[in-house]
């Protein structure tokens, strides 16, 4: 099944495109595709699956990247995760002799290098988890 995130693309696709296809791999996509075709992926679609279907497309012309938006999401880590991290900090804390963390004064959020899980944007956890 796929994320509410790549349901809401295909939904925006659909308001201003004759045809919008929703595939989960390159061998999916039909032969008789021509003409300027769009591409997009839900958050978690890996990079790699995004670079199939568009070798797939095969483009005479090339590709060209659009970008309409910079991520500024939110995402909280789960309670038991910031615990752990809590955690974490104060081991470090201790093992290093160094000072703890502080908090930007947000909630109860676990501070990394002195700030809050605020500013740490969903994509970096992301690239961070698969690197």
Do not use: Q
């Not at 300027?36 to 797939?56: F, I, K, Q």
């Amino acid at each position: 099944e796929n994320s509410s995130n790549t349901r809401a693309l295909e939904k925006v696709a659909a308001a201003s495109c004759p045809r919008v296809l929703r595939v989960n791999n390159a061998d999916e996509l039909p032969g008789d595709l021509s003409g300027t075709v769009g591409v997009t992926a839900g958050a978690s679609a890996p990079e790699e699956l995004v670079d199939r279907v568009v070798a797939r497309l095969a483009p005479v012309h090339g590709v060209e990247v659009v970008h309409v938006t910079d991520e500024d999401e939110y995402f909280p880590p789960p309670p038991e995760l910031r615990e752990f991290l809590k955690g974490l900090s104060a081991a470090l804390t201790l093992g290093l002799l160094a000072p703890p963390a502080s908090s930007d004064g947000v909630g109860d959020e676990v501070a990394v290098a002195g700030r809050g899980d605020r500013f740490v944007s969903a994509a970096d956890v992301l690239a961070a988890l698969a690197g």
